[in-house]
Each structure stands twice: as C-alpha cells, then as structure tokens.
C-alpha cells in the first residue's frame, strides 16, 4: 500500500514539475547561445595570448634604399657581422672628394636613412675601384648605371662595393685592380642636388658604412710638416 502511494506521488511530483513544452523550447536556443558564446570567449583569449607571444608583423618596406643589385633588408649597422678592414687604396672619385651625405644607418631594418655616401664629382670623371676584386655587376638599374665590385680577401659572404651613377667601363667578371678605372660619372641628377657618386658598401644583404674601407692616411689625408723656427726648410 505504501509502495503505491509512493510509486503515484512520484508520477504525480514529475508531472508537476515537468517543464511546459513552450519552456523546452525557449531553453534549447538559450543553451547554444550560452555554448557559442564561451566558446567565442575561449578562441578570444587563446588569440590574444598567441598574438602577445607570436611573432611581429612584418614592417613595412619604403623605397629609401640602395637601388643597386643584390640588395634587400638590413639594418645597416653591421651588427653580428665581421669587422671591415681597410683594404681600400683610392678613393672613388678625385684624390679627397667631399662629403656631400654622410653614412646615416636606418633605425629599423625598412626604416628611413642613407646607406651610403654621396661624393662630388664632375660628370664624366673617372670612377675607381678602391680595392682590388671582381665586377660583380656592370649595367643599368633603374635609370641609372651601377657598377657592383667584389673585394678580394674580405671574407665569407666577401665585402661589394656599389657606384652609381656610372657608365660602366668594365663588366662582369673582370678582375679589376686596387685605383683601376670602371668607368666614369654619368650626369643624371637623381641622386643628389648636384653631380655626384653614390659609394655603398654590402656584406651579403647588409648595408655598412664604406669610409670604413679607408685606412687613417687616405680618409684624413697626407700628414704635412710644419717648419720648426729657426730650421732652415730643405
């Protein structure tokens, strides 16, 4: 009897609290949009934390750069690189040319600077290689005539010098001496206000600073001798 008075309050306790067929269906699209919800909320924080910790976007590249073949990325500064020695002899252009825009290394590896020197000379002077090495590059780019020399004994990737404007007189592969001539000034006014050489310096895709080529002597110029009072000059 007790059994059966049980069995029908428990029929009856489940009718009671059975939910209406309109709740059931207000509660299924209620469930889901709990469930995508924090799933969304999940994916957000997993992004943000990769986006913290991940890898920066690529910056982005200007046009101030080296327009001579084989360049591409660097900072410039040289860092990590083997030191430059000053293996040149001459200078590219004159006998002490001047500076008319110094090395200016960028501060980011796109960023705006001069990765190079820009040298007065009059169009149609000889051009020069300062060292010794090979042409690795001899011809037109962008408008404008570049010469590209490897330098001997500069390591592994070896130093390359680049000249530009110029007309080439030589091409690639031509071993070419320490003061050679590669060829002359071209009269194009792009560069700079005035006539001028572009002188860059690479090693593999890093830009440096080519006055580093020049020993003490040829960057300063010849020591001179100043008389002594009383000490008759020879």
């Not at 030191?83 to 004159?94: I, N, S, T």
């Not at 007189?169 to 071209?186: L, N, P, W």
Request: charged letters at 15%.
């Amino acid at each position: 009897m007790v059994r059966m008075r049980a069995m029908r309050w428990t029929a009856a306790g489940a009718r009671r609290w059975r939910l209406p067929r309109w709740a059931a269906a207000v509660a299924a699209p209620l469930a889901l949009v709990a469930l995508v919800a924090s799933a969304t909320l999940l994916g957000s924080a997993a992004w943000a934390a990769w986006a913290d910790g991940g890898p920066a976007a690529p910056a982005r590249p200007d046009s101030n750069h080296d327009p001579g073949p084989g360049s591409g990325p660097g900072s410039g500064s040289g860092e990590g690189n083997p030191p430059v020695r000053a293996v040149g002899r001459v200078w590219p252009v004159g006998v002490r040319p001047g500076v008319l825009r110094g090395w200016d290394p960028p501060a980011t590896v796109y960023g705006p600077g001069h990765r190079g020197v820009d040298l007065g000379a009059s169009p149609g002077a000889p051009v020069r290689s300062v060292a010794a090495g090979r042409v690795f590059f001899a011809g037109p780019v962008a408008g404008r005539g570049v010469v590209s020399v490897e330098l001997t004994g500069t390591g592994d990737p070896p130093l390359r010098t680049t000249y530009e404007p110029v007309r080439a007189s030589v091409k690639q592969g031509d071993e070419v001496a320490a003061g050679e001539v590669i060829g002359t000034v071209e009269a194009t006014g792009r560069h700079c206000e005035g006539p001028c050489v572009h002188w860059g310096l690479l090693r593999g895709k890093t830009y440096l600073n080519p006055l580093l080529l020049l020993p003490p002597w040829l960057l300063n110029g010849p020591t001179r001798l100043l008389p002594v009072l009383g000490v008759p000059l020879p």
